[in-house]
């Protein structure tokens, strides 16, 4: 017996599932500019030290805990 259901689920099933978390992450980047520039400036002052003593982690982290801070609530919201 033909189940418009069952097709409906296959046809679902072959989708590529999306990564909300990367998805939400990607559209919270444009309210996270300063720390990304910050970063950059600290990627391009740095990137002729050989000695290895420098670093831009500070400025890393900076940024991605403003994309984490925005990123968050939404994806929480969608997993209740």
């Not at 017996?1 to 990367?22: R, T």
């Not at 600290?42 to 990137?47: F, H, L, S």
């Not at 982290?61 to 997993?79: E, G, N, Q, S, V």
Request: hydrophobic share 35%; with cysteine; net charge negative.
């Amino acid at each position: 017996m033909f189940s418009l259901a069952k097709c409906f689920n296959l046809i679902l099933a072959d989708e590529e599932i999306m990564d909300q978390k990367k998805y939400f992450e990607d559209t919270c980047k444009p309210n996270c500019v300063r720390p990304l520039r910050a970063y950059q400036e600290c990627v391009e002052r740095i990137k002729d030290d050989e000695s290895g003593h420098k670093h831009c982690t500070g400025q890393y982290f900076d940024f991605w805990a403003c994309i984490d801070t925005c990123a968050a609530p939404r994806l929480f919201d969608k997993l209740k």
